[in-house]
């Protein structure tokens, strides 16, 4: 049997590569984790999850300064922004989550970090800082990067991504958004609430694409209430710096030319796996630019090689990178086959109202010819929602044919954190008449979980047929106030 100097090498820092880290190396396995930054964490910690819900947080504490009044407080108008202060908090923020994402940490768990650019020499060795280093399995988990397409003129011209733009030394003035996706629509908030003049633009009729056209346009509505401008169905033409501003060169219908001048251009178009310079080609891994293409236990065409995270294109989350790396895990340490499966994966859209999402929506259950039923219920019925000042938005749930539930989004305060419940119904198969006879306190946004769930099951408790049963058995007489009183 071959000696390897490693069980398990895992390459990128990152939510994926750090739970197999952990994992394997709690479990006894000789473990070597490489990462090509100087400091573990990946995207999420530095450049995304992270610091976008700091921003976003602070950003909504300087919005309800500006809306004292609506909560019967005296009306105040803020100073402006020193962004200088936000990019300090945040910093800080990290600061404090890196502790946690430490290779001082990963050495006390057992496994060895190496800080460089690894290279793949054959389909068990890769050379690094010098030295030529191989394991039995390797786990890719390099994630993704801001995708940049051709723009005419863009190259030339300054522009951020989510890479600089939570590192900025002043707020900018204003902002143009390329891309109306969830870190663009985040962002264009954020900012429109920190004071920027924001303007999006978008090649399709609506922002958040995945989401339900209704869902999203109601976040859309809030935004655009609070000032930021929308373009959709726009292409963008071209770009160019005019010095002190850049300028967007936008096509609307057929021929409609416009040009939008900003401060600031933040490019959120899509992603791109990270799959370039660690000599993947050599090894004859089916690997491009959409992402690493893996089974459903995550190996790639070279069955000790797995993939997980945002490099194998598929969902680019976090919470997903984590389950990824803990289903590789599952197969390349204890050799148990567990594969993916994404039927009930949560997502949510960090905008004020949030949009969350678990299962199916309604494009989606169309799009796999589902027969399916849509249940709401509405912010503006529950009682907390509106002591908290908070009318918009409504719960969704999706049923199937047998009226079972396919899928559930929410678009209101809190939606994340509401989902949560959802979650455990749906992973845990929990019938819903289980939910909708489990007292939940009063006065919570969570009452809208239940009562979404009345809405489903009040028709059939209360029809013409229970009602005429109920007369007969126990000799009811009927109503006391209204049309037949
Ligand atoms: C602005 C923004 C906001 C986001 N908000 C959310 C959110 O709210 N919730 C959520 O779930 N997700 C969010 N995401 C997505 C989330 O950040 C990613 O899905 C997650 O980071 C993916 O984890 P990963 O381990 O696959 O990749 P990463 O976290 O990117 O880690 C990959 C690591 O690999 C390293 N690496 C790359 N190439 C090499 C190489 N050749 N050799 C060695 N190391 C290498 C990188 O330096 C990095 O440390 C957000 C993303 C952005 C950009």
């Known amino acids: 049997m071959a000696n390897y100097d490693f069980d398990i090498g895992v390459i990128g820092g990152g939510a994926a590569g750090l739970t197999v880290t952990a994992g394997a190396a709690q479990a006894g396995a000789k473990t070597l984790l490489i990462e090509k930054e100087r400091k573990l964490g990946g995207d999420c910690l530095h450049y995304g999850c992270v610091p976008s819900k700091t921003l976003i947080k602070t950003a909504h504490v300087y919005h309800l300064m500006k809306i004292s009044k609506d909560y019967g407080l005296p009306g105040v108008n803020p100073p402006p922004v020193d962004f200088r202060q936000v990019a300090r908090r945040i910093k800080s923020v990290i600061d404090t989550i890196q502790e946690h994402d430490s290779a001082e ?58 890479k600089e733009i939570f590192y900025l030394d002043h707020l900018p003035k204003s902002l143009i ?25 978008q090649r399709s009729n609506q922002i958040l694409s995945k989401e339900d056209k209704d869902m999203a346009d109601t976040v859309m509505e809030v935004l655009r209430s609070e000032g930021v401008t929308f373009y959709l169905n726009t292409s963008v033409l071209g770009v160019r710096d005019l010095g002190n501003e850049r300028e967007v060169t936008i096509r609307s219908g057929a021929n409609n030319k416009t040009q939008l001048r900003g401060e600031k251009i933040l490019v959120a178009l899509g992603r791109e796996a990270n799959v370039e310079g660690i000599g993947l080609e050599g090894l004859g891994i089916d690997a491009s630019k959409k992402g690493i293409k893996v089974d459903k236990r995550l190996r790639t065409t070279q069955k000790h090689i797995y993939a997980a995270g945002d490099v194998t294109g598929q969902y680019q989350f976090t919470h997903a990178a984590g389950y990824e790396g803990g289903v590789v895990f599952t197969n390349a340490i204890f050799h148990l086959p567990r594969k993916v499966d994404y039927t009930f994966l949560p997502w949510c859209t960090y905008t004020d109202p949030e949009l969350a999402s678990i299962g199916m929506n309604e494009k989606a259950a169309e799009a796999a010819g589902e027969e399916y039923s849509v249940w709401t219920e509405e912010f503006k019925d529950n009682d907390r929602s509106l002591a908290e000042g908070e009318r ?94």
């Open 392 to 485: 918009v938005g409504k719960i969704k749930m999706i049923l199937d044919g047998k009226e079972k539930p396919l899928g559930v989004q929410i678009v209101g305060p809190q939606a994340g954190e509401l989902l949560s419940e959802w979650v455990a119904i749906l992973n845990g198969k929990v019938k819903l008449s289980t939910l909708a006879s489990a007292v939940h306190p009063y006065p919570t946004l969570g009452e809208i979980n239940k009562r979404v769930v009345g809405n489903f099951f009040s028709p059939k408790i209360f029809s013409e047929r229970v009602k005429k049963g109920l007369k007969f058995f126990f000799n009811l007489k009927g109503r006391a106030c209204g049309e037949s009183a």
């Open 177 to 201: 958004v390329l891309g109306a996706g969830p870190i663009a629509i985040e962002m264009a908030q954020a900012f429109c609430r920190l004071g920027s003049k924001v303007s999006v633009v």
């Open 105 to 162: 940490r990963f050495c006390k768990l057992g496994a060895k970090v190496e800080f460089g650019d690894p290279s793949f020499v054959d389909e068990h060795s890769l050379r690094l800082n010098g030295k030529t280093i191989s394991a039995k399995n390797w786990v890719l988990s390099t994630g993704s990067s801001p995708s940049i397409p051709p723009i005419e003129g863009l190259a030339g011209t300054p522009h951020m991504t989510n």
